[in-house]
């Protein structure tokens, strides 16, 4: 059974940055599409970016393009999300969720119905 468990959260001001990582565990080898989503109160949650493994392509919303970035170390099986430049409005709890290749491939990877399981998130607090 897969279990993901996030890291990395915290409180930065404008402009910072944070990296967030999520620890797979439980793996057994099969290609993935590793998502990170977010949600703010109040707010449905959204996908954020996603990666395929073991291949790495990579997926972002419009929203973080050209400021955050996925990437994963198979040999440690993690993925991380490295976000800079972050903004208030980033202001949300972090999840890592697994899905099924073709979730990547079919461009499905910003649903949240298309994974499981999911970590259990991680707090992300950008203040002006």
């Known amino acids: 059974q897969v279990r993901l468990m996030e890291s990395g959260g915290g409180s930065v001001q404008a402009g910072g940055s944070l990296r967030l990582s999520c620890a797979v565990s439980g793996y057994t080898y099969s290609s993935k599409c590793m998502g990170w989503f977010r949600q703010a109160p109040g707010k449905e949650r959204e996908g954020v970016a996603a990666i395929s493994t073991p291949g790495g392509r990579t997926y972002y919303a419009d929203s973080v393009k050209g400021r955050f970035t996925v990437s994963q170390d198979n040999a440690k099986n993690t993925v991380s999300l490295q976000m800079n430049s972050l903004k208030p409005e980033d202001t949300a709890m972090y999840y890592c969720?697994?899905?099924?290749?073709?979730?990547?491939?079919?461009?499905?990877?910003?649903?949240?119905?298309?994974?499981?399981?999911w970590g259990q998130g991680t707090q992300v607090t950008v203040s002006s």
């Open positions: 969720a697994a899905g099924g290749i073709y979730s990547c491939y079919s461009g499905s990877w910003f649903r949240p119905g298309e994974y499981s399981p």
